[in-house]
């Protein structure tokens, strides 16, 4: 036995606040040198019932942003509320809601001025309150899952709502993200004030929000809403130097290109975007714009989709924003705008994507400047036929390492890998995100307890580890070394601490040997 | 404009008595002597080589007409030849008799056409029926026939480089038999037959000596003819045809020139180029025969560059007669009596000069607008390298745009000449390493060539000054650097960390950290502890840098004490030691600078726990948990009785 592992069963057994938790804080006694791993048990009331009932997912009940200063006095407490949906909610619901928020916010202001709410639990739903400009609220409410049990006697169901299901990071994270994808299209709140007054901001917000709100899935959001990360391709050195060369080719010919930002497979390689906008962008790409056009070199040779690649067209380059057809003598020259940070302030771009096969390549080019006919087809020109070639070289490069590699390095276990300090995400557990849902291959009670790891990583500066035995033979280890956090689930039967703590050992060393990782 | 001449005349020429009634004066191209003999040499011959300042000077007596005169190697033995059927020799070797001695040569009837010096006592005599080649005795004052082969000859020609000799046999005269000589051996090599542009009728001599030039070129022996136009058929003007003479094995036509013009020519090597003047338009075409036309399969070429002449010259004035107020007078430039040898030599008897025709490669930059060919062109050469830096950052300079493209294959061309190089080192250092025993295999060392640009030529000539230049943007910047080490490690060169911190030096200076660190995420900076040190130095201004650091020296292995320094710079005590003991290094470290870094912790538990551990190591070590006063550990025993008393000390574990 590895003498690590004599554990020094002055176990301090605790429970959790909600009950369910049973946490066991075991110190191991590794030469006295007690390294801070936790311990906890857990057990599901999901996961041990198997009685007939309904359940219902969490879902939006509404979604409010207002400025307190925009009606102080009283009877114009309608000019505070700047957006809300549902909007068929009768005018004074949606006054007392905000002034509800308005004051939860107002009351908690005076424990802790420098940390305001962040959330307010109910037995039916769950607010969230941000305020990402001074004076703007911005608010969400969801509704708690809910079981429906089926009555014997001919009764009406019983609902009973799991009140402690939704994760505050989680939902907050998600929170944040409706405001930074608004702002990534739109600009500050503060923005559209100066420019057009409220009923600008009002504007674009009932613009924005009545779409965006659609695309929120509550049910599916999990720990990697609150990453946020950014997915990177790998990539060996030559071929990532051959991006580097293309990249730095296509800006120096065509000047008005300020930032380039290079992807493969919906995977980031290279970014010229500073990592803060590149995140929020990276998630637009991603989960809206990549989905929603679908390969049509994948596509069968009659389909419409598919490029004529008689002719001229010599590459498989197309616009996925702006013309769909260069050749179209009616085509629009239109593309997003986006805003990112700059050194004053934000500066407004036009946001061109442009992609053959797998390899994507956002250019991104002032504002200010007039894109033509002319210049699409020059870009189109330039970049087509390189990007091509690029794209079939990472292709093949790719195949090959994976060769090198081997299939028994492909990673049998269930992780998530995230580190802050370049947001990089690795995840063996998500399928693939798609526009609508993230498909994961786990109960969602497992994820479930990744959050709640994380909710404790966040809590404590130091490195440390939790080991979790779930239910059904499922352990779940979250390590956080420096800035980075690794959770993995295993399923063996029979498995004990000694020997998960072994296969996590296994798995850091096969698939992170080449960060300082401590163990 | 001066400018623009890429051809000239070198500066100190060897100077002689112009050829004159009296005087006559003989050329030796195998030891590149001009011979000065006055009245037949009664009144003194003066000889005067390339390099050596000092001139002989000698009389010998007047036996007749001087017709051909040479030292043999290191002027041993002068070979004088006055008749058609004889050789005289006089010792030059002080403790040897100086007395004349004479060969006639054996085949009877025959008449001498000349002879060379193919070593410092060999030498080859050729007559119109044959060639005798002899070993001279100068102690004996005799000579010993070697070896004779007969054969019709017209005129026969030396390249004293590889020590061939070409006879011109048969009728025309364009059937050409050489012979090698290499240490008292003589070898038939296999005879060629120079395609004629028209066939004389009846058949005559139609080859002449003045047409054909024998030459090395990038180490190859050729065959340089010079097909004039004819009239019959419609080819536009001259072409120069090169026949490779290989050591083994035919000869084949390789190379035509295409000189599309007509008149007067004479043939230069120079540099390995191939230069041909024209007289009737004075200039010269220079030629590259590794310079391919990619379109074409036949190995046509065209001159690299358009036609110029010769630099202007300038006859210095020298000696007594030069008065101050005279100036320079210009000299002829292809002049009627100039004569050419090989390989580069121009002769003026009329005037007493001895010039070596050099190409200068400034010129030739403004003359080749194509970046790439001009990289070809100059990497062939021999003082390149300057010429070549200075090509590379002047192209960094004219910001022009789609200049990148152009950067990248002139990296490209000097990563492949630094590789190859370091190919042939790495191979000749592995060949001497293994085969130190086997004395059979004799390594050659590479040469290198200034061709050979490498990193640290890059850096201090180009990249350096390149990155501190205010006017060049430095997306400019990141990308010609980036451009390089992507051509370096497309050779697979390793890239030297000086390139790499001026990459992190230009990020850092326009704060693209977030660059920076993609860069280190896909390992495009190689792992180093130099980088290593650089970035942890970064960490103030961008604190990631710390991450990049620590896995760095994790992936180079060799790093463990500084991974340990670092984290306990942090107060990661018990991160460091963990660190420590997952690497195996535990039983070795210092006791103190842990307790040291734990008690500034002021982390007491901290204290307790690696105070603990180190306790348990002396226990495991020494049977002892108390430490040693080499360990100089007195005063955390005495912090830890002040904090946890003398009882929590751990006891002696008696067996």
Known sequence: MDECFFIFVEAHLFFALQGTWHVITVYYREEHFHSKISLMLMISPRMATGMQEKQYSPSLLSFFIYNPKFGPREGEEEKKILFYHPSEVEKNEKIRNVGLCEAIVQFTRTFCPSKPAKSLHTQKNRQFFFEPEENFWIVMVVRNPMVEKANKEGRPAATEYQEEELLDNVYGAVLQQCYSMYKLFNGTFGRAMEAGAVELLTQKLEKFFYRYLQTLHLQSCDLLDVFGGISFFPLDKMTYLKIQSFVNRVEESLSLIKYTTFLYNDQLIWSSLEQDDMRILYKYLTTSLFPRHSEPELAGRDSPLRPEVAGNLLHYGRFLTGPTNLKDPDAKFRFPRIFVNSSDGYEELHLIVYKAMSAAVCFMISASEELGREFCEQLDGLVGPQLTLLASDICEQYNINRRISGPEKEPQFKFIYFNHMNLAEKSTIHMRKTASVSLTSVHPDLMKILGDIHADFVRVDEDEEIIVKAMTDYWVVGKKSDQRELYVILNQKNANLIEVNEEVKRLCATQFNNIFFLD | ?655
């Not at chain 2, 030059?92 to 070593?119: A, D, M, R, V």
């Not at chain 2, 083994?248 to 035509?256: M, N, Q």
């Not at chain 2, 042939?424 to 390594?443: L, M, N, P, W």
Request: proline content about 5%; charged content about 20%; some cysteine.
């Open chain 2, 1 to 655: 404009m001066s400018e623009e001449h890429y051809l000239e005349l070198c500066e100190s020429p060897v100077q002689f008595e112009n050829a004159s009634a009296v005087n006559n004066v003989f050329f030796d191209e195998a030891n590149k002597q001009v011979f000065a003999v006055r009245s037949g040499g009664a009144t003194g011959v003066v000889v005067k080589g390339p390099d050596d300042k000092n001139s002989i000077a000698f009389r010998m007596d007047d036996k007749g007409e001087v017709k051909c005169i040479k030292f043999s190697f290191e002027n041993k033995i002068l070979a004088v030849q006055r008749t058609s059927k004889s050789v005289d020799f006089i010792n030059f070797i002080p403790e040897y008799p100086h007395l004349e001695f004479s060969q006639e040569c054996k085949t009877k009837n025959s008449s001498l056409l000349g002879f060379c010096w193919t070593n410092w006592n060999e030498i080859v005599f050729i007559t119109d029926q044959g060639i005798e080649f002899y070993q001279v005795f100068p102690d004996k004052r005799s000579l010993k026939l070697l070896k004779s082969q007969s054969i019709n000859v017209n005129w026969y020609m030396y390249c004293p480089e590889t020590s061939v000799i070409l006879l011109s046999t048969t009728v025309q005269g364009n059937v050409l038999q050489p012979f090698a000589f290499k240490n008292g051996t003589m070898s038939k090599m296999s005879k060629f037959e120079i395609e004629l542009p028209a066939v004389p009728k009846p058949a005559k001599l139609s080859l002449s000596e003045r047409d054909i030039a024998v030459a090395t070129i990038y180490g190859q022996l050729y065959v340089m003819y010079l097909k004039h136009h004819s009239r019959t058929a419609n080819s536009p003007g001259a072409e120069v045809v090169l026949y490779h003479l290989p050591r083994e094995g035919p000869c084949k036509k390789t190379h035509t020139l295409k000189l599309n013009t007509t008149g007067k020519f004479a043939l230069n090597v120079v540099d390995n180029l191939v230069v041909v003047h024209h007289q009737s338009s004075q200039t010269s075409f220079i030629f590259d025969i590794k310079m391919k036309d990619p379109d074409s399969t036949l190995n046509i070429h065209l001159p690299v560059l358009p036609p110029w002449s010769i630099h202007p010259y300038k006859i210095p004035l020298t000696g007594p007669v030069a008065v101050a107020a005279q100036a320079p007078v210009s000299c002829e430039l292809y002049s009627s009596t100039w004569s050419v040898f090989q390989p580069d030599i121009i002769i003026s008897a009329s005037e007493g000069y001895l010039w070596h025709l050099q190409v200068k490669l400034q010129p030739v930059v403004n003359l080749l607008q194509d970046k790439g060919k001009l990289m070809d062109f100059l990497l062939r050469r021999r003082d390149c390298k300057m010429v070549i830096l200075s090509v590379c950052s002047q192209m960094l300079i004219k910001g022009d745009k789609g200049n990148l493209p152009v950067v990248a294959t002139v990296f490209d061309k000097l990563s492949q000449v630094y590789k190859e190089y370091l190919e042939a080192e790495q191979s000749y250092t592995t060949a001497v390493e293994s085969g130190a025993s086997r004395a059979s295999t004799v390594h050659k060392r590479p040469v290198r060539t200034q061709a050979v640009i490498d990193q640290s030529d890059m850096y201090t000539h180009v990249l350096s000054t390149f990155t501190e230049r205010k006017d060049s943007s430095h997306k400019f910047v990141i990308a010609v650097l980036m451009e390089y080490i992507r051509s370096l490690n497309q050779f697979q060169i390793t890239v030297q960390h000086y390139l790499y911190e001026l990459v992190i030096k230009t990020l850092v200076q326009h704060n693209l950290f977030y660059m920076l660190h993609q860069f280190l995420q896909y390992h495009v900076l190689s792992d180093s502890k130099p980088l290593a040190c650089l970035l942890l130095s970064l960490e103030s201004t961008y604190p990631p840098a710390h991450q990049l650091s620590l896995d760095m020296l994790k992936r180079l292995s060799t790093a463990n004490d500084e991974i340990v320094e670092v984290l306990l710079s942090k107060q990661q005590v018990l991160g460091a030691l963990r660190f420590v003991r997952s690497v195996g290094g535990h039983d070795n470290i210092s006791a103190r600078k842990f307790l040291d870094a734990a008690r500034q912790t002021k982390d007491q538990m901290l204290f307790y726990t690696i105070f603990r551990f180190f306790e348990q190591r002396n226990q495991r070590l020494r049977g002892s948990p108390s430490f040693t006063p080499g360990e100089h550990c007195e005063e955390h025993v005495a912090f830890f009785k002040q904090l946890f008393g003398e009882q929590a000390l751990m006891k002696p574990v008696t067996v």
